[in-house]
Nanobody
């Protein structure tokens, strides 16, 4: 069973940056595809970015391309989401997910049965 713990959320002004962390335990990070999702109040959960196991290919939803970067540190068993040029519409609870049998789609959404973290709140406001 994979356990995931997110951290790094907070309040930031428009144009600012945050780095989210997703610490994984219970399974080797290199064998997992990892994804970040977000969910704003009254909205559906949407895939933001994901990174594949093995070669570590990355994908992003169109609205965050050029602003967000996903990466992993296998030694620390942690996946990061660096978020720059934040906008008010990025405000949401951000959750990470991990799948052993699913995959990271080209739209930035992790597909398949996954384990989930509890989420971390990101608020972009002046």
């Amino acid at each position: 069973q994979v356990q995931l713990v997110e951290s790094g959320g907070g309040l930031v002004q428009p144009g600012g940056s945050l780095r989210l962390s997703c610490a994984a335990s219970g399974f080797s990070l290199n064998a997992l595809d990892i994804g970040w999702f977000r969910q704003a109040p009254g909205s559906e959960r949407e895939g933001v970015s994901c990174i594949s196991s093995g070669g570590g290919a990355t994908n992003y939803r169109d609205s965050v391309k050029g602003r967000f970067t996903i990466s992993r540190d296998s030694a620390k068993s942690t996946v990061f989401l660096q978020m720059n040029s934040l906008r008010p519409e990025d405000t949401a609870v951000y959750l990470c997910a991990a799948t052993r049998r699913g995959y990271c789609s080209t739209s930035g959404r992790l597909v398949g049965d996954a384990s989930w973290g509890q989420g971390t709140q990101v608020t972009v406001s002046s």
